[in-house]
């Protein structure tokens, strides 16, 4: 739940900090998680200093945007993005940084991905973008100014793993789609043969620490120049030689390590493509099975267990009370003055929650005495504080008061949310009437609903409104190519509304 009086007394969007404290931290095994920073994502990450959310990613609109990922990383990090600059930024190095480390991403017109490894001394949830120039272009039909565009961002950090290899063989075909062990880093998406190499160097992340004496067998072969070549592969400080050739080939690999490692890394590659065209797929290795065994002569070293779980605990001491089981309670609700409620469903993809959010914003924003509580399910707490906060950035400082929350069990609450509600605002989105009126005073709440349907609503309470027609966007929608329209909300008249609502609770409150 967020409430806005725990930042009173300047802009929300300014005090983040802040706001981070509230927000819960997860617990990680360090595999590969990835994360898709577009509409409606199920997964989408925290992002702060950006604008809206869009159907291919994010645009960043500050000098200093922010990721904000579920949980602590610490450690040896693999991060991999996949972003687009803008306007002066293409061409530009952007530094990208978590817990005090620093890589660089060459933004380039288009949408990109990038590998970085990164070594975080001070455990961090936040990834910090900078060296970034805000820009808007007058050719371009958007006032915006936008720097870095963000579509998918992974993270993987194999070091916070507790996953010790005892010495039994493990065998990984990558052509079946139910082995997936294996994290790769560098890499291309996966394809139901194998995988191809994108960079140099890249990583192939085991599901667990060697420490000791293994072999790693892999099935691989190589693509253009990188075929007749010497490449090196290595686990943790031990290495060896091989050449690629063009057909798939049995490769085996002795390696012993003095530390724990769950990284294989293999350099030496020449990523080319065979297409000369901007942005085409360049490949390096291609790799179809993987298998590690114990030699018949070799020796496990005593995995340190006991060391590496002191230092998962000590990273994030909040994760041990995430996973106590605990009673879900009714979240405590205080409001003041004039309350404003709405309850948004599990089943729609809708955003029509930030026009009753703007509309309220714009309408009370002078108003201390003035509260809206908002619950919504239909989209990721992520997803749904991101654009929380980016529409308090548009308001700047306001006196109103906004309480969020998120939940994945809509009906529990709604009663105890409806039972404060001077005035009740209902969409297309919304919970159903049926849950709603139960739970109200039917003389004293004032309903406001907006529905295409004719509900044969006849009450001295209740307005309707009747939603605006106006086109779905798509790609050719700047150059007036209009395909289907949509029902989209009535701001101004939701505004009128709440200011009408206002007026009759004081006229009320004063009798």
Not at 314 to 340: M, S, V
Not at 341 to 364: G, M, Y
Not at 413 to 433: E, G, Q, R, W
């Amino acid at each position: 739940m967020f409430n806005s009086d725990d930042f009173s007394g300047g802009n929300i969007s300014k005090k983040e900090d802040e706001f981070l404290d509230h927000l819960p931290i997860h617990p990680w095994d360090g595999r590969r998680r990835i994360f898709s920073e577009t509409l409606d994502s199920p997964d989408a990450l925290l992002a702060l200093g950006f604008y809206e959310l869009e159907e291919w990613g994010v645009w960043s609109r500050t000098e200093n945007p922010k990721l904000i990922l579920p949980f602590l990383v610490h450690g040896e990090v693999f991060i991999e993005i996949e972003s687009v600059g803008f306007g002066p930024n293409i061409g530009q190095s952007v530094h990208i940084s978590i817990g005090g480390d620093t890589s660089t991403i060459n933004l380039s017109p288009h949408l990109h991905s990038s590998s970085h490894l990164l070594q975080v001394a001070t455990p961090s949830r936040t990834i910090e973008f900078s060296n970034i120039i805000p820009s808007r272009l007058n050719e371009v039909d958007d006032p915006r100014t936008m720097a870095i565009g963000v579509s998918k961002i992974s993270i993987a950090a194999p070091g916070l793993s507790n996953a010790v290899w005892d010495g039994t063989p493990t065998f990984i075909d990558l052509a079946n789609p139910t082995h997936d062990e294996l994290d790769f880093v560098g890499f291309h998406s996966r394809e139901p043969w194998g995988i191809w190499s994108e960079i140099d160097p890249c990583h192939v992340l085991l599901p667990f620490s060697v420490h000791g004496d293994c072999e790693i067998q892999f099935f691989a072969q190589g693509f253009g120049k990188n075929n007749g070549t010497n490449i090196t592969v290595a686990l943790g400080e031990s290495s060896a030689q091989f050449v690629l050739e063009q057909e798939p080939k049995q490769f085996i690999f002795r390696f012993k390590t003095k530390e724990p490692t769950h990284l294989l890394r293999i350099t030496g590659l020449t990523p080319e493509s065979t297409d000369s065209h901007y942005g085409a797929r360049k490949m390096g290795i291609g790799i179809h099975r993987l298998q590690v065994t114990l030699p018949p002569d070799g020796a496990l070293v005593a995995a340190k267990t006991k060391k590496r779980q002191a230092i998962v605990s000590a990273l994030a001491p909040k994760q041990r009370t995430q996973n106590t089981p605990r009673e879900a309670k009714t979240p405590a609700i205080e409001t003041r003055g004039f309350t404003t409620v709405a309850v948004f469903n599990e089943t729609s993809n809708s955003n029509q929650w930030r026009d009753v959010v703007s509309a309220f914003l714009w309408t009370f924003r002078d108003q201390s005495q003035a509260t809206l509580v908002i619950q919504n399910s239909n989209v990721s707490v992520a997803s749904f504080f991101s654009e929380l906060m980016f529409l308090f950035f548009r308001v700047g400082e306001f006196k109103c008061r906004i309480i969020a929350i998120h939940t994945h069990d809509t009906y529990r609450d709604a009663p105890s949310l409806l039972a404060v509600a001077n005035t009740y605002v209902h969409v297309d989105s919304s919970i159903t009437l049926n849950n709603v009126a139960p739970h109200t005073d039917k003389h004293s709440t004032q309903f406001i609903i907006s529905s295409p349907d004719n509900l044969q609503l006849d009450a001295d309470n209740i307005v309707c409104i009747t939603p605006l027609r106006q086109p779905i966007k798509t790609p050719g929608h700047l150059h007036r190519v209009e395909r289907e329209l949509e029902n989209v909300l009535d701001w101004v008249r939701l505004c009128e509304q709440m200011k009408l609502a206002h007026t009759q609770w004081l006229e009320s409150s004063n009798d």
